[in-house]
């Protein structure tokens, strides 16, 4: 099946750092790939929506300028968590669409980010 | 916000035993997805349902869709301890453009 990777897996880094997570899609092309954020024993929270070749769209209460989306290519996005803080600490989820296969939708591993 | 509504919260069960989880929602659907979660993994997409079927069924799943009541059921029989993980619904409004709303998640753990 269709495998979506994120790199890095786990990240620990200093407040006010930023961090670089990475999305991709191995074997298929995603015009649209989705950020979402999980904290321990709870549900998924869409951050936002990222679409390749133009702005991503963010959902309510999420700040565009803290968490910076590029989607350059059919097969990558990238989330940076800008001067990260400890509250950022959290799991990082992606996923991406199947541009060819309706309503299919991949998830990545996730990325454990802890900032100290 | 969150859509889908899931009960129980947690639940417990002797492995061979069957798993029944519900979900409710709140608005229209396109369809409705269940994933499954293992601890600090990622989501492993496990059944859709459109808003058009009524049952669907996969291996060792079931799920089964009401749009009249807006609620959903995951039913795993013969339930193995590698079943332990949490449990969520998604859904997909219409217009969403894949956009998924996830509920709360339930947590199974299956004694083996």
């Known amino acids: 099946g269709a495998v979506v990777s994120q790199h890095p897996s786990r990240v620990i880094c200093k407040s006010g750092t930023s961090v670089k997570i990475e999305c991709r899609s191995l074997?298929?092309?995603?015009?649209?790939m989705f950020w979402y954020r999980q904290f321990p024993k709870q549900s998924l929270m869409l951050m936002a929506t990222?679409?390749?070749?133009?702005?991503?769209?963010?959902e309510q209460g999420v700040e565009k300028d803290k968490f910076l989306i590029n989607h350059a290519s059919l097969t990558l996005s990238t989330l940076t968590v800008t001067s990260a803080h400890p509250e950022d600490s959290s799991f990082y989820i992606c996923s991406a669409r199947d541009s060819g296969v309706p309503d299919t939708q991949y998830f990545g591993p996730g990325t454990r980010l802890t900032v100290l | 916000s969150q859509q889908g509504e899931e009960d129980p919260q947690a639940l417990s069960i002797q492995e061979g035993e069957n798993a029944t989880m519900n979900c409710s929602y709140k608005t229209s659907i396109n369809n409705l997805q269940w994933y499954r979660q293992n601890s600090g993994r990622g989501l492993v997409h496990l059944i859709l349902i459109r808003s058009n079927e009524r049952e669907k069924h996969s291996g060792r799943l079931r799920v089964t869709l009401d749009t009249s009541k807006k609620s959903s059921s995951l039913l795993i029989t013969a339930s193995r301890a590698a079943d332990t993980a949490s449990y969520f619904c998604a859904t997909e409004a219409p217009g969403a453009n894949s956009k998924l709303t996830f509920g709360k998640g339930i947590t199974l753990s299956v004694r083996p």
């Open positions: 074997d298929f092309q995603a015009t649209t």
């Open positions: 990222s679409n390749e070749g133009s702005k991503a769209t963010y």
